[in-house]
């Protein structure tokens, strides 16, 4: 049984749901290389310690470097900020270690680019953190398109939409400070990454967005809103089909509003991950008068389910979708080879990002880059 | 007790439905005025002599002019194709009856504009047809809005999807030849009502249209479609609020796709007509840990229910809301003044269609007109 | 084209119901034979004045003698008080009356199988007015089960459920008087006849009945309260299905709990009134993996509903019901026989609610008494 | 930072959730004590290494005695089948351990009495392994009910469904044979536990039982089914309420059934385990005009869902469930004392389906035994 070091930048959020998932992957899925848990880091010595105890880590410290180099680490997983995602991979891969980055993919399209060089020249497995495509029904959904179910599809309809600000009366913070901390540099590029799986590339876009509360409250008064609240993407895709992506950070009411609709020339998808363990289809050639969306509850016929529960309904969670991403991991570790989502997938959500602020600014459509070369896709 | 002579013009879907409408609005309602239906105009004289001795009209013609003409008429039910609105409308204010239009009102902007000064100028009673907006449920969503529930009203988003054009296999027919026949121009009008009654005016817009299906089968062979399949809007309101429109008649699964969501600062609504009697509703006040978005049914507490039944939730269904215009038709008439919505609605819609044509083919934002003059709005 | 004189005893609630459905019955249906509405009766002269203006009807009575007895009355809607029932349609029988009468039957079972014998000796048309099982959804049901759609029938699970008592500080009415108008005797008849309608005759029975609030508020102090509340019935089908009822007018929240859940070996149906426009179908048979419960919208596929709308999911309401049955009297009346559910179906229904109470007394099973004859079953 | 040494013994479904869960659960909870996995036992001696290696356990046997004497081991996880929970946990006790065991407590309430009782003498930790309960919905519905936030409840309805048995088609198989492996006897203790952990004791109930496909195929032609497939319980709390139980294996569409509706005077709940994350609440008391049921998505302001996301909406699942047993079990290690459920609760649950048997087999009402002695409730 062969292990894996495993070096994990970050204890907040998603530093934790990366190391439950990597305390309960080998079990969960049997997996070939099973992870060793080397060194966490964080950024105090205490907090690092406390980390690495509650989380089953060798080893803290304080200093990503010193993680990257660590000899006994094969593989580090990026769960830091956004804004250090560039300075810990390139090292990284520079060490020869697999990186595992989370979303986003560096601050932009200019460090992404660098990062997806780097991870291709390495020829090591890098990999981008988009959890929420890996539910067992939004990987049936990818089934279902790919095997032609819905017939050619005509519409996509994606949003993303959460209310965590919603209140006007929420203070200032770092989320309401700096363009890479705002909604579409923030919380777009899930659903962005769920449209280009679900629909191949998009070719070109037009996008409105806005800053809904400019001010918010802060120690002794108020401080201005430096990044925005929602915006919207009209878009083609390279398939020729239309759609739209809507994603809010103020969206009253919405709690994890990952959510597409999808019509197609045969039947038509719905999905919304407040409901995850369910897809609805529509089979165009249903019999007469039985034409409906079903409600089909994930089980063990479809993707990654029945390692977490052989009973079909008895439904996985967030968590689970973290377990699938390290599962993966650990497998392209094992063959040597990337497997989707990689940087490419991550570089090519923040090409769309970049595509949506120039033609919010132009006030027009714009043309999306082709990615050059030849990306991972599963 | 006083009655009013009503002329239907046009027997078939809407103008069984108003015919409908007229026998019972009297026994539901206990209106101060009572229609009498006088005369029933369609294609032939069989069909409008079957059309009356069904619906209860006591004469019936193939001749509009016949009908407008009728000195025991004082109210004329336009309900026949959208190219005979006008040539129809002005005759009848001309002879001083009030005209019920069915949406869309005449063929176009061009049109519209010249039908709501006929009626402006006639002092008689106008009113058009959008009869979706009249369920209690969508009645309920506009005095939430204007009460201020939902806080300041952030994002629109309204579609109206059916699939009746889905399967690129039906063949073409009326409706796929000739613009006004097309999606924009048929089915967007009531969507568009909707967003303009709940949201207030929209003062700019940016539009994508297209025709999925470009030929269909015909005798011997195939045709060229020659309107529009789908289409979305992307907009800002007056209130400064952003909107999107999604509209299509190619929607597979979709049957009664009138539906919206709306998030303010203080609360959330959403509609979908396949359940007509359910309104959401998410209140931000509510007590932490026991928020979400409640299912009201609709009943005696909600506008215009309890004269349907004094039960909640035995719902109302698409013939009630006939009912319902017929209602404010006859009240209108009553009242010798107008009520919303009037020809100054149904024009509204109109211009947003036409800015919408206009921004896609220019491919980028355009303004609406603000309607000159004073409109008529409830 | 044939007329038939109606004659409606009451004008509240149901009065106002049947009203406007023979209002609207020949233009939604084109009946051969049309009603003509002759009379109603209410209880004082001013008031049965007001309902004949309001509903249409020639004349007005305060003695429903007097209906009974009219030469231009050829058929008579009952949908008075229970307690008048029998009153009414024996001698509107002799008087050679066709005879709609509301659920539930008269006041029990002795009462109705004395209407059932007078109906059944008349050779006239009778009729009971059983609504809810008309909606285009639960004829849908009908079809299904019949069909064997989903193989035999394993299980039945039904309930009326509604609130309209769950506040113990509602104060005491008639309502809350007298074993006729409590929840068994008022408020279970619909379910039942939805049960016996779906499933066929039930062979035995174990019922448990209370009343979960004892006193209601009255004028000076506390009234006892000597109906019940709520009840359930624990049933074996002649066809040996297991199955269920629950009836409560305490169950908050609940609005129109009129809803079913049946399993069979080849799939299954679930069905609730307060989205009476929908049936979900679980097909056993659908591909592996894509199997679920389909929403049914219904149609022009589906039983009555083209009538109402040629476009699917734009939805039938309460008072559409009472026009489906007021089509079917009228067409029985055409046809001079019975048509289902006739007073037969209203007699079954009293037989099951008699054996509740007499289960609930012993506190054990009890048979339910097949019925005698040949009842008239569509 | 303490250690407890733990036994497994059983390696299959729940032996496997129970590893995952033991492996993730000081990561999730940062819980006091931690598990140290010593030993698994399953039935061969290359499945027991294999399952070692996979779940992370240092040794593996074939021997529960093994096991369960071990010095190492502190504690034992029974999740072996249904008919060795007494054989193991007797010893287990006797050797000073700590003993979770999986539902149902043993064959029936022969067996658990004495295994309560072992467990009460032996002054260690006893825990029944009732999860569905532990979803953060239905811990939030208890403290809803305890909180009175819906007043007296006055009707408990609840299922568990499921349809792995609604094909007749389908063979024998160990779960067709012997009353211990049944529907009720394996199906029935979630949603009894559930019941009892609502609604507290059940004083008396009635029970129909069935076994609707009584013959399958088998090698050679088919086999008798010697147990049951479907059975309902309508009851009466302590506290008075009314209630009603369907179990099913044979509920055609119904995957994951564990669904209850409660009704009380001030509000409602509803809760279906096929979408977890979601408890559906009514409250009597909102605005006339506004109420209805409101959907509350459970996060971070809801019981024992913040240590698995600090999103809301963001979901757990059925391996969640697990943890959260595991964490209750360390942290009642940890004080010394058991925590609810314990024996007691696996026992009481016994007793209902004890009684549910007696009520089927007289045909009427029996009384459920109170539990003598003071049981362990949360």
Redesign the interface.
Known sequence: ?SEVGIGLVGGG?MG??H??AL??V???F?TALRPRLEMICTTTPEGAAAKA????FARSTVDWRTLVADPRIDAVVIASPQDTHKDIALPAFAAGKHVFCEKPLGLGVVESRVMLEAAQRSGLVHMTGFNYIRTPASQ?ARQIIAAGE?GEV??F?GEHT???Y???ALAASRRTRGKANGNMGDLSPHIINAALALMGPIRSL?A?I?T?HRTRPAPGGTEAVTNDD?G?I?C?FVSGA?G?L?I?R????????YAYEI??????LRFD??????LW????R?P??????????T?P??PDYQA?????????????QIIIEARDFLEAIAAGTPRWPTFADGHMVNQVIDAAWASHER???VDVDPLEGEPHRS
């Open positions: 049984m959020y934790k749901a190391a439950v305390s309960a080998a079990a969960v049997d105890r509650q989380f089953g049936l819905i005509t519409w309809c959460e209310d965590f919603a209140d006007p037009c409105d806005e809904v929602q919207q009209m083609r239309m739209h809507f809010s103020v969206a009253t009411g919405r709690k994890m509003g019509s197609g020339t045969e039947g038509a991950q407040e409901d995850q363990n369910a289809l529509y089979r165009s249903d007469q008068g039985r034409q409906g969306f079903t409600k089909i509850l089980g016929d479809h977490f529960c052989l009973g079909p309904g008895h439904g996985t969670g967030y968590q689970d006030r027009g459509w």
